[in-house]
């Protein structure tokens, strides 16, 4: 998990972001920083100005540049591109936008406005970004280098002159310059006098380069020029370092405000890009809940929920490879996160902010020390007792695994004793020792919890409330089915097991295996639950639609015989000729609009029956619905039948139902939700930007009116509440949908559904 990748300047992983904060005051701060960089993310101004920050140095070089002027040394121009570079990121009162604490910004803009007047406008003139430049734009180098420039194309036009007229002599046609002055290479056996003066020899001594005597004049001339141009360029420099040098302060407000952005934005890309949630912090370290935490590294994880409110600690058992060490290191690393302020690998995370984190895990067997594994556990163990601090929290995984289980389950319950003397210490391990797995499970001040295992193979699902079987003999059968030879060896340890042992193992095994079914069957009461509750409502919003769109094509055609008939009245008005074809057409017209929708229906339907009678409990057709529905009882005096489709009860009129093949039979088929192959019920949204959320929620929110879906749980996370704001603001101002009620208090997600 390496942060560099996220940020611009070198020093800002280690320097700013891994500097702990080791206050819950400042790491809420940090929190509140991050969600307002989140929060302009998606605007122009902020990408223009990360345009203007990446073109500074990431060495940063302008923050040393800063200590070399308070030492009155002068800059060259490519130091002071960089110092102009940093002060044009200032622009559009972006201190304020972007949360960045200042204490008089208005008195900054306007001396740093002083300072691109007098400088930057200037220096921009005839110095580039990329530090390319043009001296012939700056109006005290101008002349200068307009001179030099003209000199030495006349001194090039010379020497090829000179280099034709010497074709014999010269080593090859280029042209060099060398100690400032232009030569031409002679080869030293043809060399004499009346080529010119010898500036240098190569290394070989086979080649002279000679300054034709032609042009010794214009040589000395041009580097008169050179040498009047590097002074005029030195005068610029010590103007614009002593100009710059007034305004150090300005200076060392934006390299702070620089490192600022970059802070933040390192944590805000790195806890999108692993999707990390914002925790809720508190004091108080009996506040402890994850809700659909996972390891940020592990690809495609197992989401699990752990709620210790109430407990001192967290005592997880289960098969070995079953995801024990990956729960234990996801709340190690959401502690230790919380000190550096980089969010929770959770969808909603709430806990106390401990001082101290204590975690063992591996093998700690030391040779060199002359340390057994079991030693190096009880040296670590017996530290960690020593200087045990309050508000900690401590985590191991395998508890003494290195000794027998008896004592090892006696020892780990005493550390825990002598541990939560303490105030305010957590305490999660993980175990395969029995006695301590039974002795947990009956204390209240901790909470039992295992892996889930099924079909011979993990889940990775914590279940909590129950401890779980090692599942070591049904592992290592696994692992070895396809080894004839060690057969033997699973059937003989089944045998040597101690039967009570056995027994125990056995029961938890059942007891796992039945609750892994329960949760199975619970979830999916909850979906099946959550479709009834939303069918009646889906089948109104069909029905709704429908006839929304016959009104309004029914309001079109009779706006148009309304203008037909005005227009026939001002022709009858003013005595105009009226055709009996007109009139005739009218009439046909009107009598289709005015023909009663039941004989329309009829024709539809003319091949079934009305029944002579209505029989309670038969199934009919109703042309009204046109579907089938479970007659339940009648109203005579209304009129109207009231039938079941489903789990539906709906009215429908006595003349629209029709005789059906069924019509003397029970129907128990209940009613069905077809929902389409591209439609899902849940999306994650976390990480987007709110033009592709708001394209997906438009996109999507329709499968639920045209009853496709019962209703769409939207994962927008926590952070600045962007997403979350406009989802309610749609659903206001969409008259079919509705918030469906959160009984889990998760703000982090939305669900919505269609109105009753």
Known sequence: MSLKQFAHFINTPEKRVLKPLNSL???????????????????????ELLAHIRKLDEDEIFYKLIGLLKKDIVLDLKQVNEIVLLTEVYYKDIFSKTGFEFEDENSFKQRIQKFSSFLTKEFRSFYNEDNSYDYLKHPKLRNLYKEQLELESQIRKSLQVTLTENSNSIQYSNIDIINDRYVIPIKSDHYTKKHGHIISRSESGQTLFVEPINIKNSNYRRLEIVIELAQA???????????????????????????????????????SHYKLSIPTLREDTSEFFF?????????????NSLNLEGYNGLLISGPNAG????????????????HYALGTPARFAKMGFYKKIYYFGSDGQNLDEGL???????TKYSNMVKNIEENSLVIIDEIFNTTSSEEASALAIAIFEQLLLKQNITILASTHHQMLKSFIHQKNNFLSAHVGFDNDRPTYILHTGTPGSSYAISTFERYTKDVPQVETITKRAKELMDKKHVHYEAILEKINKKEHELSIELKEQRMTTARLKNQES??????????????????????????????????????????????????????????????KEENSYKDLKKPKSIIIGSQYFSTFLKSSIHVLSIDERKKVVIGKKGAIQIKCPIDSLRITNNSSKNENQGYQVNFNSNTK????????????????????????????????NYIHGHGTGVLKNWLRKFIKRTSDLKIQSNETGNDGQTTIELKS
């Open 233 to 271: 360029i030195e005068k610029l420099q010590r103007e614009y370092s002593k100009k710059i040098r007034e305004y150090t302060h300005e200076l060392n407000v934006l390299s702070h405000f620089v490192f600022f952005i970059d802070e933040y934005k390192t944590r805000a890309d790195f806890c």
């Open 681 to 712: 019920l849940e999306y994650d949204c976390r990480g987007m930007r709110l033009e592709e959320f708001r394209d997906l929620v438009e996109r999507t929110s329709s499968s639920i009116i045209s009853g496709e879906v019962p209703f769409i």
């Open 372 to 378: 057994s594994s079991f030693a190096a556990e009880v």
């Open 25 to 47: 005051e400042k790491i809420n701060y940090s929190f509140k920083r991050q969600q307002e960089i989140v929060s302009i993310y998606t605007e122009e101004f902020f990408y």
């Open 291 to 303: 809700d659909n935490f996972f390891h940020p590294l592990i690809e495609k994880p197992v989401k």
């Open 323 to 338: 995801g024990k060490t990956a729960i234990l290191k996801t709340v190690a690393l959401s502690a230790i996160f919380n």
């Open 538 to 599: 889906s089948m109104q919003g069909v029905l709704k639609l429908k006839m929304d769109n016959e009104l309004k094509s029914y309001t079109q055609k009779l706006n148009s015989q309304i203008e037909k008939l005005y227009s026939l009245k001002k022709k009858i008005k003013n005595k105009e000729d009226i055709s009996l074809k007109d009139i005739d057409h009218l009439k046909r017209e009107s009598n289709t609009l005015i023909e009663n929708k039941q004989t």
